[in-house]
């Protein structure tokens, strides 16, 4: 049976306030509308049937289309995934589903998020990312439009970012939202006693002004969540972590977000499913040769010491010239050995 939103609203601007209160990977312009969604829930609560949940993914033809939509939470039942907004385990779900279908050959992740919550983000990113890797599949990302913060975050688990001319990405920070409410208490004749058991026990809290000390430790907080992100958008990306964290959080439209260095191309929902499709038939090449061959095992490169001592022999350094004069040797050395036997012989 439904439950009465009027009901929950209270209680959900108060999990929607605490969870602002924690550092989010959220485009600063949706914290108002995310702490506004005090009447929305999640659709198991509002007793959404199943029949009516999205689908895991959708296809244009052989490439598989994972939505992501809205303020992103940990877990897709969380508060955080109300107001239309997703959990990073249930978009997870979605892509290793859209992975494992045997007819897909690519999957395009297509994202209007403002970001959400830091806890799971990046474990996502780096599961999703090994995920494609395992299923030997392209990933492919497109704005829809807006992936900022933590769903620009998902976009660098993709092998390719296309963005529309009007697509904003970016926002490549942590945000925390502190209400100090001491002024209005006073104002009204309240007071409240904070009792603690630590110097930082109460930081934060909103019956007190924020102190120096507080403030240094959740800038200490922020900056080092703020580095994996970084680390995170260079694991994916044509730009490093001083790079990423440069650009101040800034968000960016088509062609700049392109100059930027945080897209790769510019053009329609199209372009994605086009490049989705052209980078698995790239790959798929050199996987039907290795079957063509029929290689239980294929071959390791030699390493770097190897390939150092055949140039400072052969005065070789590209390995296919390497080869050849590896093998011209051999046969050198084969002629030398079955003269000197029937020598010895004589």
Not at 9 to 25: F, Q
């Amino acid at each position: 049976m439904p439950l009465d939103l009027s009901e929950r609203s209270a209680g959900l601007r108060a999990g929607i306030a605490a969870a602002l209160a924690r550092p989010v990977l959220l485009y600063p312009g949706a914290l108002d509308s995310v702490r506004a969604a005090s009447t929305f829930m999640v659709r198991a609560e509002a007793g959404e049937s199943a029949s009516r949940s999205p689908a895991p993914f959708t296809r244009e033809g052989d490439v598989a289309v994972v939505r992501v939509e809205g303020p992103l939470a940990q877990r897709a039942w969380s508060c955080m995934g109300m107001f239309g907004g997703d959990g990073y385990d249930a978009i997870e779900s979605r892509v290793r589903g859209a992975l494992a279908d045997a007819s897909t050959k690519a999957v395009v992740l297509r994202l209007d998020s403002p970001g959400g919550e830091v806890a799971g983000c990046f474990e996502a990113v780096r599961a999703i990312r090994a995920a494609s890797a395992a299923a030997g599949k392209p990933l492919v990302a497109y704005v829809d439009e807006m992936a900022a913060s933590a769903a620009y975050a998902l976009a660098c688990a993709c092998d390719t970012i296309v963005c529309p001319d009007t697509g904003l990405v970016g926002s490549i920070g942590v945000i925390m939202q502190l209400p100090d409410e001491s002024a209005a208490m006073a104002a009204e004749g309240l007071a409240v006693s904070i009792i603690t058991s630590g110097a930082a026990k109460a930081d934060g809290h909103p019956a007190l002004p924020l102190s120096t000390e507080a403030r240094a430790r959740f800038q200490a907080e922020v900056d080092h969540l703020a580095q994996i992100f970084a680390g995170e958008v260079a694991a994916g990306r044509p730009i490093d972590a001083a790079e990423a964290l440069a650009l101040d959080a800034r968000v960016f439209h088509g062609s700049l977000a392109k100059a930027a260095g945080l897209v790769d191309a510019v053009g329609p929902f199209a372009l994605a499913v086009s490049t989705a499709r052209a980078l698995a038939d790239r790959r798929s090449p050199r996987t039907n040769t290795g079957a063509r061959r029929g290689a239980s095992t294929p071959r390791k490169p030699m390493n770097e010491e190897l390939l150092a001592a055949i140039a400072a022999v052969t005065g070789e350094t590209e390995p296919t010239k390497q080869a050849a004069a590896v093998s011209a040797l051999h046969a050198k050395l084969s002629t030398t050995e079955t003269k000197l036997s029937a020598a010895e012989k004589a």
